[in-house]
């Protein structure tokens, strides 16, 4: 019985077409504008060219459906989603100087895609719980994608002590290459964040286990692929949950913090101490964190192309157009990109969302235990790919990052709106009562 019921939950909450669009989206993920002339080839170049057009495809569809939605919600912005539109429009504007504009427009068209899908999934009512389940959804393929890449490299992932360079040692998959080692500790990385709340939170000896086992294996892939954004971001965001987990919890993540400080890392034996180093370092030793492969280089490059274009930018891609090489960081890819309106549209949006995070944690709101562990959840999502937007693009552009990170700002943003809501009715009602109860004291003979 509980397995149908399961079941006829998941038809009835999955089986539509805003999932058949959201899904479409991370179908065409590690493909471009260059498949799209092989839809006639056959096989899997046709295949490929429609992952590559669903982006257009899903700014159609989803449009008709806004369009003729008579629902209430369906223009109802969130303030992290309307700054991110800002950035999006700033991109393909920017990119009308651009020949072949298409070529660089492809990729402005392909992020709008994204918020489009996002406004889809809260057209209809209940848009909280719609976000809740968008979110969900997007964990499970997340995983799902995760399982199939281990699954493809599974004859050569352990070939050598480390997952770094991966990519040379995998041949394609799906007609494109295999994700790199920073991709592959990134899919990581989103078990790892749920799996750590639920370990604070899950009650029972089985779900908990579940926690701790998907927990130690999703750090153990981070801190094999040697991915130092991840491997940092991911740290960091650990802290950051504990802080808001309880209080046993920030008691042990200060306690942490305190006893680095104070020199309790000389408890540590030297030989782990030099281990831990070189393996989160690659052998690079502090000099190599400090420069990031280079980043330092292509970071002052950036900044020299900023500066000779700063407002209307250089239209999406522009790290591969002008620097020759990736970004590597949100900001500066953003500015890059969309110029100093968009780069504002893109930072506002985050920034935005992290407002509303403190805001509900400080705010004293009542919150359900389901509500909280979500809250944490989407906001360990948030931290993890913030930290992680200083040495990589992250969600600056149509990508695996902007796909789990958007839904969770949504989230987040979408649940302040909701708790004001229901904190000026509660107020209302007070009101109200008061009033009520004064005049029925009033009208009271002898009262007056």
Known sequence: MKKQNLLMAIREDYVKLPVFLWLALWAAINTGHWNLSGWADGGLATVNALRAGAPMGVILVGGLILLSSRSPYRGRLTLPEALFWLYGLAMLVASFQVTPWFNTAYWGFSFIAVLVGVRVFLSGDEPL????????????????????????????????????????????????????????????????????????????????????????????????????????????????????????????????????????????????????????????????????????RIFRMAWQNIQEQPLLGYGPQADRRILGENGQNGLLYAWLSGGALGMLGYVGGMLASWWYFLKIIFGKYPLPSRERDMLI???????????????????????????VQLPAMVYIAMLYRYLQVARRNKRRREKIRRAGTRNRFQAEPGTT
């Open 129 to 296: 719980r719609q976000i809740t389940r968008l979110n969900y959804l997007t964990w499970a393929v997340a995983a799902v994608v995760l399982l199939l890449l281990l699954f493809f490299a599974r004859d050569v992932l352990f070939e050598d002590e480390s997952g770094y360079g991966l990519v040379n040692r995998t041949g394609d998959v799906a007609g494109g290459a295999m994700s790199r080692a920073t991709g592959m500790a990134r899919f990581a990385a989103i078990p790892a964040v749920l799996a750590f709340v639920m370990f604070w939170r899950v009650r029972g000896l089985v779900s908990w286990s579940i926690a701790v086992a998907v927990f130690a294996g999703s750090v153990s892939l981070v801190w094999f692929m040697q991915s130092r954004g991840a491997l940092f971001s991911l740290a960091g965001t650990l802290v950051f949950i504990m802080l808001f987990m309880g209080k046993v919890p920030r008691v042990i993540a200060v306690g942490l913090f305190i006893l680095g400080l104070s020199g309790g890392i000389d408890l540590i034996p030297e030989e782990t101490q030099t281990y831990i180093v070189e393996h989160a370092t690659r052998g690079t030793g502090v000099e190599g964190f400090e420069s990031m492969s280079g980043r330092d």
């Open 377 to 403: 959840m989407t906001g360990g999502i948030l931290a993890f790919l913030t930290l992680r937007s200083y040495p990589e693009n992250t969600a600056a552009l149509f990508s695996v990052d902007l796909l």
